[in-house]
């Protein structure tokens, strides 16, 4: 596992904007059109474009369905173990108030949040599947 530091965003802030820099890398989108398309989103949900069931919804428009992360100790798994059980494939993984992706076993986020517990994440049906 490797930390891969990214940033989307075009002022380089990385405060309050996991969810559009999160889906902008995984969706291969500008943070630009990612955030529109939240915005979008949100208008129609009725609800902030940061909100779980705002992003989630935008991903499921996208092709993406949404899994829970079940574990014997859900502050004991952390990204880090994520990580080292999907070495293939890319993943939106959500922590309830932080969203990042791991792809091939790497987390690429703004900063290094492998020690984080992620409790869900997405992914495109027949892309990462075990």
């Not at 889906?23 to 949900?45: M, N, P, V």
């Not at 609800?47 to 989630?56: A, F, H, I, L, Q």
Request: proline share 5%; net charge negative.
């Amino acid at each position: 596992m490797a930390y891969i530091s990214i940033n989307p965003n075009p002022n380089g802030l990385y405060t309050g904007d996991c969810v559009v820099r999160a889906l902008s890398y995984a969706l291969g989108k500008s943070w630009h059109e990612t955030f529109i398309g939240l915005a979008i989103q949100g208008l129609i949900d009725g609800d902030m474009p940061s909100s779980n069931r705002v992003w989630g919804n935008y991903l499921k428009n996208h092709g993406y369905s949404m899994k829970p992360i079940v574990s014997d100790c859900s502050e004991c798994y952390t990204v880090n173990d994520f990580c080292r059980d999907h070495p293939k494939g890319k993943y939106i993984l959500g922590t309830g108030d932080h969203a990042l992706v791991v792809s091939d076993g790497n987390v690429y986020d703004a900063w290094d949040s492998s020690r984080e517990n992620p409790i869900f994440y997405f992914s495109k049906e027949g892309d990462n599947e075990k």
